[in-house]
């Protein structure tokens, strides 16, 4: 029986222990889906386990590597994947009733690079139906039911990506798949206090993903470091036939190498001072101290702003217009009556009004803000700020009221397509965990993943964990 | 930015003008089914803020929606999908305001479906004859 230390290492930990042979992938996954089977349901954190599936991958990876076949720091170990990910065969719910029983005879381009390296699918993570696509008030909006926070069970644990986030807090896995249109890594990664990697747009193929909006969505790592984030992006990046919107393969390649590779220079930080309009007392407390950090570790910190426009807006629009156009047939049939949110349940009727005038226009303004933001990164390699500026909410909390503060970073990442990562920064006075976010410019996701590096050399609250007993 | 020069409306004209601009939106011989609940219901929070034209047109799409999906919803629902429509329209009042050149073009550009595109993994051998895609001015 492993002890429990061993389920919460990194990837790149347990990665030493299976290449030298000192722990066996079989036992690492049975280890896994013991503890998945024994607090997932409480969590309501997986729609699916797959343990035969995943015991059958775990001997065949051990086969592998003791034929000398090693195929890299993902060899063996067992990750679950968001359930709007195609898996062959097994059902993709998409979190949402009227696709409950979806079965694809394909997997995702993600799924395959992951089986490729030789990771360990363990199962369907939860999720909010449809990815909140269709808008929701509260965290029950899912198949599934809430997700409930590792670090605190009366909290939830943001959306989309609730149950990667919840897996990967509570470890049990080795790290998650998630997916953002517009906070859906970020936010979960926060609140549930691990590492989250939104990729540059187009470096990571959607091929298999359930579509939500054609031109924000992203899949990225949720993992217990940003280095494991590091690791794990190096898999699953590429430019993919499948997905056009792919760029092209030297642009959207990467490739890990630890530490050798990161800029030669120190990193120049932008801290932004006008993202959140106010912080939770805890969360404005940690984030200091996440500054002071900053200050000793980086080449230079200054102030920063981020350009002011309706960004919220352009994205807003955009987002409405795609999902009437993904989903317009659940609109207009009316099964969108079967979601389970009182919201998602008529919010999209509303998309369908959006006319192709005013989309163009919020494209339009999308150019320019691209535009400014690229010039913003002249001066900063990586901006930085709180991810979120409160933390877990409570599950019965109306999400229209507890989190409907203005979101301009959000809208603004997610409308130029840049990277992202949270990083675990501190705790509130609740015990529950607080998010830092480094943004980069478009294509410079090495800088992003090397500011949370970097920042988690220096600090230990990725190391924290929750007490599940 | 209010768009309308100054020009005010009053209620009974706001309320005339969704009907027009309803009627306008809705294909001939489709009845309106507008929920009495609906129609009489206080506007939406944040309307005020919105400039007439705007309450006009956020009006309008509601209306548009009860005349093709009213009967899905009850009072409740109605509320939500009024609400909806306001909250769009206050995003693209915004929006409109934002100062565009003429020459600003979209984010989104076509990617024309090459030939090689669509067929990555084989790439011609040295010395083959241009395929078919490649003859195309």
């Known amino acids: ?469 | 930015m209010n768009k309308s020069n100054g020009l005010k409306i009053n209620r009974r004209e706001f309320a005339q003008r969704a009907a027009l601009l309803s009627a306008a939106m809705v294909p001939a011989g489709f009845a309106f089914n507008v929920p009495a609940a609906a129609a009489s219901a206080q506007l939406p929070e944040g309307a005020e803020k919105l400039s007439a034209e705007s309450r006009v047109e956020a009006e309008a799409r509601f209306q548009q929606i009860m005349s093709q999906y009213g009967s899905r919803f009850d009072s409740e629902e109605q509320k939500s999908v009024r609400d909806s429509c306001y909250s769009l329209q206050r995003s693209l009042e915004r929006l409109r305001a934002f100062h565009l050149e003429n020459g600003d073009a979209p984010a989104v550009y076509l990617k024309p479906l090459l030939e090689r595109e669509k067929k990555p993994q084989s790439a011609p051998a040295a010395g083959a004859a241009p395929t078919a895609a490649a003859k195309k001015p």
């Not at chain 1, 940003?226 to 390649?253: M, N, Q």
């Not at chain 1, 230079?300 to 047939?329: C, H, N, R, T, Y």
Request: charged share 20%; proline share 6%.
């Open chain 1, 1 to 469: 029986m492993l002890k429990e230390s061993i389920l919460y290492e990194s990837v790149g930990e347990l990665a030493k222990r299976i290449e030298s042979k000192q722990l066996s992938p079989v036992e690492l996954t049975e280890a896994y889906l013991e503890r998945s089977q024994k607090y997932g349901p409480r969590l309501n954190a997986y729609a699916r386990l797959m343990p035969v599936e995943a015991l059958d991958q775990a001997r065949a990876a051990e086969k592998d590597i003791h034929r000398g076949h090693y195929r890299g720091p993902l060899h063996g170990i067992p990750y679950a994947a968001k359930d709007l990910l195609a898996v062959k065969g097994v059902q993709t719910t998409w979190g949402a009733k009227p696709f409950a029983e979806q079965v694809f005879d394909y997997n995702a381009t993600v799924i395959e690079h992951l089986k490729n390296v030789g990771a360990v699918l363990l199962g369907k993570a939860s999720m909010i139906e449809l990815a909140g696509g269709l808008g929701y008030n509260f965290a029950s909006a899912s198949l599934q039911g809430e997700t409930r926070n590792p670090w605190d069970i009366s909290c939830w644990t943001c959306g989309s990506s609730s149950g990667s986030g919840a897996i990967v807090a509570a470890a049990l896995a080795g790290f998650a798949i998630g997916t953002e249109t517009w906070g859906s890594i970020l936010c979960p990664s926060a609140f549930c206090g691990v590492s989250g990697f939104r990729p540059t747009y187009g470096r990571v193929s959607r091929h298999g993903a359930m579509a939500l909006s054609y031109s924000l969505d992203k899949i990225g790592p949720m993992a217990r470091s940003a280095e494991d984030c590091t690791r794990i992006f190096a898999a699953i990046a590429g430019h993919d036939p499948l997905d056009r919107s792919t760029l092209p393969v030297d642009r959207a390649a990467f490739t890990y190498s630890p530490a050798a590779d990161l800029k030669k220079h120190g990193l120049r930080v932008g801290w932004l001072t006008n993202a959140w309009k106010e912080y939770e007392p805890g969360v404005a407390k940690a984030i200091q101290a996440a500054h002071k950090v900053l200050l000793r570790h980086f080449a230079s910190v200054k102030d920063a702003a981020l350009p002011e426009g309706p960004w919220e807006e352009a994205a807003g629009v955009i987002l409405q217009a795609e999902v009437a156009s993904s989903f317009g047939e659940l609109i207009r049939s009316g099964r969108v009556k079967e979601l389970h949110d009182p919201q998602g349940r008529v919010g999209g009727y509303a998309n369908l009004t959006v006319t192709g005038g005013d989309y163009t226009t919020a494209q339009r303004v999308r150019e320019i803000l691209q535009k400014k933001m690229e010039a913003l990164f002249d001066s900063y390699d990586v901006l930085a700020t709180a991810t979120l500026p409160a933390p877990a909410t409570p599950l019965t909390m109306d999400l229209s009221k507890g989190l409907s503060f203005p979101d301009p970073l959000g809208a603004i990442g997610n409308l130029c397509g840049l990277p992202a990562l949270s990083v675990p920064c501190g705790f509130t006075g609740k015990n529950l965990p607080v998010g830092l976010q480094f943004l980069g410019r478009a294509g410079d996701d090495a800088a992003v993943l090397q500011a949370g590096q970097t920042f988690q050399h220096a600090t230990e609250w990725h190391r924290k964990r929750p007490s599940l007993a």
